[in-house]
């Protein structure tokens, strides 16, 4: 099975900026789109970024400003730096990967982030 795994989680004062970074196990041709979600205890998942084989990013409100999503196409990898980080970013974080055609959607099994002083 071919798997995304996350690293980079952990706990982080507010303020303190955090990498999260994201892996395919296996090389993966043409993944259009990377991205990272999040889901609080209670909560439904919900989208913090995405970007696009072709550079295109988008963030939700909350993560515009402060987070900056990234990858590399060669290597199969995305990161999320998330600078000025608050207590209202706590979650789990899900690494996701989307290829259209051989169509193929994979999920991380999640990183905890806790941001707490």
């Known amino acids: 099975q071919v798997q995304l795994v996350e690293s980079g989680g952990g706990l982080v004062q507010p303020g303190e900026s955090l990498r999260l970074s994201c892996a395919a196990s296996a090389s993966i041709l043409n993944i259009n789109v990377m991205g990272w979600y999040r889901q609080a205890p209670g909560k439904e998942r919900e989208l913090v970024a995405l970007?696009?084989?072709?550079?295109?990013?988008n963030y939700a409100d909350s993560a515009k400003g402060r987070f900056t999503i990234s990858r590399d196409n060669a290597k199969n990898t995305v990161a999320l730096q998330m600078n000025d980080p608050k207590p209202e970013d706590t979650a789990v974080y899900y690494c996701h990967a989307d290829r259209a055609w051989p169509r193929l959607v994979l999920w991380g099994q999640g990183t905890q982030v806790t941001v707490s002083s």
């Open positions: 970007i696009s084989s072709g550079g295109n990013r």
